[in-house]
């Protein structure tokens, strides 16, 4: 995904009173959380879990709030998801970066670049596949989804190695 199209979701995700953004950092999500670091609209957290937490809490107070985080972390937090945001109903945009979506990538991605799709249908989280030409119409359905108080997940391919 092109630099540009990460600095607009996230003023997008702003326009439409997105308050928190919360997460892990993750190099296919550097340019959205740059951006976000240079106009002071982020938490940097230490795990998965401890962003889904502070974003919980933000959520519950009636501040809207956006997890990132990479598809190994989304892995390690799959319990916190499923037992308190998916089970007490916390309406949060989850924004993974999908690490192992190329074949060529490095073998620690692999494998979990491999079973992600299944992972989040297994915990039947509404996800979406954005991408340069689509993002501006999953970040509105994601906006939609918690306005309706479920969360979701917007999934940006990891589209380069390093």
């Not at 976000?36 to 230490?46: D, G, Q, R, T």
């Not at 670049?113 to 954005?130: A, C, H, N, S, V």
Request: glycine content about 4%; proline content about 3%.
């Amino acid at each position: 995904m092109k630099k540009l199209f990460q600095h607009e979701i996230l003023d997008f995700f702003v326009k439409n009173d997105i308050e928190n953004f919360v997460g892990v950092p993750d190099s296919t999500l550097k340019q959205f959380i740059s951006y976000a670091l240079k106009k002071k609209k982020i938490i940097i957290a230490a795990r998965e879990e401890e962003a889904i937490g502070i974003a919980t809490g933000m959520a519950l107070s009636g501040s809207n709030s956006l997890v990132f985080m990479q598809n190994a972390g989304f892995a390690n937090s799959l319990s916190t998801i499923t037992s308190l945001v998916q089970l007490y109903k916390i309406p949060l945009i989850f924004l993974i970066g999908w690490r192992g979506y190329l074949k060529e990538d490095a073998p620690e991605h692999r494998k979990i670049g491999k079973i992600q799709p299944d992972l989040l249908k297994i915990i039947q989280l509404p996800t979406k596949i954005i991408s340069d030409k689509n993002w501006k119409k999953s970040c509105k359905w994601a906006i939609n989804k918690i306005e309706s108080k479920k969360s979701c997940a917007l999934v940006i391919r990891r589209e380069f190695y390093d």
